[in-house]
């Protein structure tokens, strides 16, 4: 690596940390005055408060933004050299533009590889404790209010429950149907189920069972016992934001769960998944245009091309909802929902890229 490279990469990356911690500063303002009134009520010290809720609140926010701020340090940077004839200089010492990429591409790698790991080990662990947060003393309590629940949790096995009580765990006239093709095969009914915390099982009380073989019908009864299920009682709490609370094993051992029980959200959770891998690609497809659109030395000065460089971040940032809730709603593969933002904008950038002087 040369000087130059060095040069360039330790401008972008110390702007980039900069950014980081502005922006972070600026939404804990913001979100501290929406919530002030909240923080009031609660039953928790400052402390408790800023090591519970805002420190995990950051690299949450800093990571849903890091495209946008990538892409804005990548334009400050270029745009700052553009202006003060660092540029021409070294274009005209021979140095093309694509070897001028060279750091941005290791800087935006570097970058790329951290937040891969922080969005699929380290967020999700952190928006565990700050969403438990805010559902324990910012939002209004839970209540399952779902009735007549069915749930597949195995490839011949349904369960139906009435209704629920997410706060005793008690779930009210239970049943499980083996279903072989279009045929009953056997039927537990029970009035209840309880969940025993201390022991990790569900409670049975008098049960009976149905089991149909061709013409031959059998009813048997049986006393109370305990039984374990395939179904939890974390799958009758809120599943506000769970997607982005799940490490990525246990975001694939939830999206193979959701798959054996033909869920209707699981679009949610594939597209989650995608957009992992989508980031990274994200930063660096990014980074490049950024370059590209600051390199040129304009009369109206660096300003301009940095509010461009808003609007193209900004632009970026409503493709991905835009698409994420086509992806959602099943009108568009999740897969192509998660890359869509990303193709387009890889399309941009080679656009920009050959109609750029060399």
Not at 94 to 120: A, D, T
Not at 176 to 198: C, F, S, V, Y
Not at 279 to 306: C, D, H, M, N, W
Not at 314 to 328: A, M, N
Request: some cysteine; charged content about 20%.
């Amino acid at each position: 690596m040369k000087i130059l490279d060095l040069y360039i990469l330790k401008k972008y990356l110390t702007t980039f940390v900069f950014v980081v911690f502005l922006l972070s500063a600026v939404l804990v303002i913001i979100d501290m005055t929406e919530k002030i009134e909240d923080f009031n009520r609660m039953n928790r010290t400052a402390w408790q408060i800023a090591t519970e809720y805002y420190l995990n609140f950051i690299p949450y926010y800093a990571n849903m933004l890091s495209p946008i701020i990538v892409f804005i340090s990548a334009v400050f940077v270029t745009a700052r050299l553009a202006t003060h004839t660092e540029i021409v200089a070294i274009v005209s010492s021979g140095v093309s533009l694509k070897r001028i990429l060279v750091p941005y591409l290791i800087g935006s790698s570097f970058l790329g590889l951290i937040v891969f790991f922080l969005i699929n080990w380290v967020i999700p662990n952190a928006n565990k404790v700050r969403i438990h947060f805010e559902n324990t003393y910012i939002k209004d309590k839970f209540y399952f209010n779902k009735r007549n629940v069915h749930i597949k949790t195995g490839l011949t096995q349904y369960i139906y429950l009435e209704s629920y009580d997410n706060i005793n765990h008690v779930g009210y006239r239970f049943c499980i149907e083996t279903i072989d093709g279009l045929l009953l095969k056997q039927k537990l009914d029970a009035p209840h189920i309880i969940w025993d915390r201390a022991i990790g099982k569900w409670k049975l009380p008098d049960f009976k069972v149905r089991t149909i073989e061709g013409d031959k019908e059998t009813i048997e009864y049986f006393k109370a016992k305990d039984t374990t299920l395939n179904i939890k009682p974390k799958d009758f709490e809120s599943q506000y934001m769970l997607n982005e609370q799940l490490t990525l094993p246990e975001l694939n051992e939830h999206i193979e769960k959701l798959q054996i029980r033909g869920a209707e959200d699981l679009e949610t959770y594939l597209i989650e998944r995608y957009e992992r891998f989508t980031y990274p690609f994200a930063i660096i497809i990014l980074t490049i245009i950024g370059v590209i659109v600051s390199a040129r030395k304009t009369r109206e000065g660096a300003g301009l091309q940095i509010a461009f460089g808003f609007i193209l971040a900004f632009v970026y940032v409503l493709f991905i909802i835009l698409s994420r809730g086509v992806g959602k709603a099943g009108d568009m593969p999740p897969l192509l929902a998660a890359w869509l933002p990303n193709i387009i904008f890889c399309l941009i950038g080679y656009f920009m890229y050959w109609r750029i002087p060399k």
